[in-house]
């Protein structure tokens, strides 16, 4: 930047030597070739500076371009390595959503956990109607039972109760251990079977 002003600088020593030399009238012939000297040299070096400074602006140019590109390279890698992160992480939230979502429909609907509790719990009764209790597949014995509607089968399942004849359905049938969710399932499922 100091050296541009080197121009402004020779042009105002070249103008006071043509002027010191116009000033002496008998040599004015000299003092014109002088300044013709002058008018050259400072035309030289206003060439060089120009150069100089072109060479240095180039030279800025050239860094400048390359700090960039290294720049966009370093960017670039730690885009391509983000991304590479959020894919593994939404993979990830996928895979555990999706486990979540097939673990939800699971217990009820798919793995058959009403039959598998039937067949543990209540099987012993209800299928061979031991001590009256309504056989499952028993479509008569158990089309009352269902005109009452799934919450009192329900509450009666999980409390137990006497029926008319005395006959006894025990508490969850006996199994205390059960929940009231899987005596719901379970009873869904023996209604579904005596439809
Ligand atoms: C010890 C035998 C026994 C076992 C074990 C048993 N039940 Fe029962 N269950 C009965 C009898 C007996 C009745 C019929 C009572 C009546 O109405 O006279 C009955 C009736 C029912 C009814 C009909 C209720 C209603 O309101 O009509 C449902 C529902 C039922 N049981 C569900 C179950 C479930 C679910 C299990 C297994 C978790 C189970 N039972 C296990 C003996 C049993």
Known sequence: MIQMKRPALLTTLFLSAF???????DKGEEAAKKAADVKDMVTESAKE??????????????????????????????????????????KAAVTDKAEAAI???????????????????????????LASAPKVGDTEAWTARIAKGSEVLYENAINGFVGKKGTIMPPKGGRA????????????YMVSESK
Do not use: N, Q, R, W
């Not at 150069?51 to 960039?68: G, H, I, L, Q």
């Open 19 to 25: 002027l010191m030399a116009a000033c002496s009238s």
């Open 49 to 90: 500076v120009a150069s100089t400074a072109k060479e240095a602006t180039t030279e800025a140019v050239e860094k400048a371009t390359e700090t960039v590109k290294e720049t966009a390279a370093e960017a670039t890698e730690a885009v391509a390595e983000k991304t590479a992160e959020v894919v593994e992480e939404t």
């Open 103 to 129: 673990a939800a429909i699971t217990p009820d609907a798919v793995s058959g956990k009403g039959k598998e509790i039937y067949d543990s719990a209540c099987f012993a009764c209800h299928a061979e109607g």
């Open 177 to 188: 251990d059960l929940s009231d969710d899987d005596i719901k399932v379970t009873v869904d």
